[in-house]
Nanobody, 120 residues
Framework: VQLQASGGGSVQPGGSLRLSCAAS????????MAWYRQIPGKQRELVAA???????NYADSMKGRFTISRDYAKKTVYLQMNSLKPEDTGVYYC???????????????WGQGTLVTVSS
């Protein structure tokens, strides 16, 4: 099982970016998918998460600006980021709680980070 993230880049304050993360491999089911970020000098933090029943939750500082969504057929999770601020700069990581075909229980998977830079 692999998670492949894409969509990072540089944007001016107030701009928007959309991140994508596709799960691939021999997957039996996906329990949840999420985005985390790591800002220089800080610990990795949850940005937004979505579970298999469609429920979502966001970190307080992202509410109203970021939207997480999921395409079940494509096994892909998206993060639409609007009204970006310089303090949103960091490396964004995709996370999935996924049950591989070869396992009886779900396992945590992480994608490679994608850099988001918000600067004028």
């Amino acid at each position: 099982v692999q998670l492949q993230a894409s969509g990072g880049g540089s944007v001016q304050p107030g701009g928007s970016l959309r991140l994508s993360c596709a799960a691939s491999g021999s997957i039996s089911s996906i329990d949840s998918m999420a985005w985390y970020r790591q800002i220089p000098g800080k610990q990795r933090e949850l940005v937004a998460a979505t579970t298999d029943d469609g429920s979502t939750n966001y970190a307080d500082s992202m509410k109203g600006r970021f939207t997480i969504s999921r395409d079940y057929a494509k096994k892909t999770v998206y993060l639409q980021m609007n009204s970006l601020k310089p303090e949103d700069t960091g490396v964004y990581y995709c996370y999935g709680r996924i049950r591989p075909v070869s396992r009886w229980r779900s396992v945590d998977y992480w994608g490679q980070g994608t850099l988001v830079t918000v600067s004028s």
